[in-house]
Structures are given as structure tokens and as C-alpha cells.
């Protein structure tokens, strides 16, 4: 899978909408981009995943540049709840191994 | 719709002791794979695997590391003679495995090797 980059940590305050980037100048045109999230001392879980359109869900929304070498995920309000480490993941839609590929994500940080 | 689970939690072992690792998949789950994540550092990919079949391995040490998923019951990542580097969080995922699905975790079991 290609390569993505994320910022090591961001901030927020309570309340307030979060935009986590990430870059991935590398990807090919059957790679779709997933986002998942590791709550401290639990498993990761799934958030959102979009291939070239815009996507939203009742978790988050994520916004994919035209040239899809970024994107964003949008958390709208976040809480206390949303402090954890983000992962941005790029996955091929062929058969080629099916893992996850995780990179060293983005803390966020959630101030009351 | 239970979850992916993993028992034990939480695994206190001895150097030179076996763990063992159990993890039942989602309902209708036949594919597993396994994660390990040492203290302060990212998840890696250790095997991807199906019922009866082992179908990705490229993650797991050479030696003393094994893991199968039988016919019947759930899937095992077995670890003989641990030693302190050993200590980690040990994740499961399944899914139904298509290349992109979504995999779900379970809660980890935490080894700690003394």
C-alpha cells in the first residue's frame, strides 16, 4: 500500500470541529482511503473510508482533494470522547493482502 | 451481535513460558488476522488468516511464533519460550474478506513477560 503522511499530534477544544489531515502524494487510482482510530487502551476501529468523492457518516465526514494526493477527516464537534490516535490508511481494491498498513497517526488531543 | 473477542486481557507470563492468545471473530467472520503493538509504537501486521488456512504470514517472527484457525472454534496466535521483548498489545480484526472491508478489532490481550 502507499505511503501517508500525518501530522504526529493536533489539539481541540471541546465543542469545536477538528480537521486532521493527511498526505498521500503516492496513491494509485484503485486505492481507497480509510480512516480508523485508536481510543487509549482499546482496539482500533473503523471511521470512515471514501475512494474520490466527499463521504459522511454519523461518526465523521471526509473530504478527498480532486488530485486525491490528500485528505481530511472532519470531526464536527469533538468531545472528550474523540481523544484518540488516528489512522490514515491507504487500501488497494484487489486481492493483493488484505492487512492494514498502519502508520504513526495523529494524536488529538481534546481540551475541555 | 457480539464482537470480535479476545481472551485473556490481560496474560502475565514468565520468560520461557508458552502464551497463548485466543480470538473469536465477528459472526460470519471467517477471515482473522493479528496485530501486535509494542509499548509507545504503532500497530504492525503479524497473520491473515482463514479457516483452516494460513493466508498471509510475512508479520510474524521467524521463530517461536505460531498461529492457526481451526474449522471449529477461534483463532490462536501461540508464543513459545516468551521473552520480555514479547510484551505488547496482541489485536485480532476479522471481516469477510474483501480487499477494502472494513476489519473489526477486538479489545487486545495484554501480555507482559516478566
Known amino acids: 500500500d502507499a505511503k501517508t503522511t500525518q501530522p504526529n499530534s493536533m489539539e481541540s477544544n471541546e465543542e469545536e470541529p477538528v480537521h486532521l489531515p493527511c498526505n498521500h502524494s503516492t496513491i494509485s487510482g484503485t486505492d481507497y482511503i480509510h480512516w480508523y482510530r485508536q481510543l487509549p487502551s482499546q482496539g482500533p476501529e473503523y471511521v470512515i473510508h471514501?475512494?474520490?468523492s466527499n463521504v459522511n457518516n454519523r461518526m465523521a465526514s471526509l473530504a478527498i482533494a480532486e488530485d486525491r494526493k490528500s485528505s481530511t477527516l472532519i470531526l464536527h464537534r469533538a468531545t472528550l470522547r474523540d481523544a484518540a490516535v488516528y489512522y490514515c490508511i491507504l487500501r488497494r481494491s484487489n486481492n493483493a493482502g488484505n492487512m492494514l498498513t498502519f502508520g504513526g497517526g495523529t494524536r488529538l488531543m481534546v481540551k475541555p | 451481535n457480539a464482537g470480535v473477542m479476545q481472551n485473556p486481557r490481560h496474560l502475565v507470563r514468565r520468560r520461557g513460558q508458552e502464551a497463548r492468545l485466543r480470538c473469536s471473530p465477528m459472526k460470519g467472520h471467517s477471515h482473522v488476522y493479528w496485530y501486535r503493538q509494542l509499548p509507545e509504537e504503532g500497530l504492525k501486521f503479524m497473520v491473515y488468516l482463514q479457516k483452516e488456512n494460513i493466508i498471509d504470514e510475512s508479520g510474524m517472527p521467524k521463530e517461536r511464533f505460531s498461529a492457526e484457525f481451526p474449522k471449529e472454534g477461534p483463532s490462536i496466535l501461540r508464543i513459545q519460550q516468551v521473552v520480555r521483548g514479547d510484551s505488547a498489545a496482541y489485536f485480532c480484526a476479522s471481516n469477510g474478506g474483501g480487499s477494502t472491508d472494513t476489519q473489526y478489532f477486538g479489545p487486545g490481550t495484554r501480555l507482559t513477560v516478566l
Open positions: 471514501g475512494l474520490t
